[in-house]
């Protein structure tokens, strides 16, 4: 699925797009709807980078079971392609 966001858009809220990826990972990130991994993915950065942009934020890094469970599929399903 894609969605289409103007650049008005963008400049209304002075953002890039590098910008909105990362705060609706973090968003995501936060209500766990997405797990470390995949919020990071989403924001374009690798996992650490993506903690250390959670931290600057006072954002505390939630890793449960089910996220592990969720990664280790994650990784399983991109090794068969």
């Known amino acids: 699925m894609s969605v289409t ?11 890039d797009e590098c910008e909105l990826r990362q705060e609706l990972a973090i968003l995501l990130f936060q209500k766990s709807r997405l ?3 995949q919020a990071a993915r989403l924001a ?5 980078r993506f903690q250390h942009l959670l ?3 006072d954002i ?6 089910e996220d592990f469970e969720s990664d280790l599929e994650t990784l399983r ?4 392609t």
């Open 77 to 80: 399903s991109l090794n068969q």
């Open 44 to 48: 374009g950065l690798d996992r650490v």
């Open 55 to 57: 931290a600057g934020r």
């Open 5 to 15: 966001i103007s650049d008005e858009v963008l400049e209304s809220a002075h953002m």
């Open 60 to 65: 505390l890094v939630h890793y449960d079971v």
């Open 35 to 37: 797990t470390l991994a």
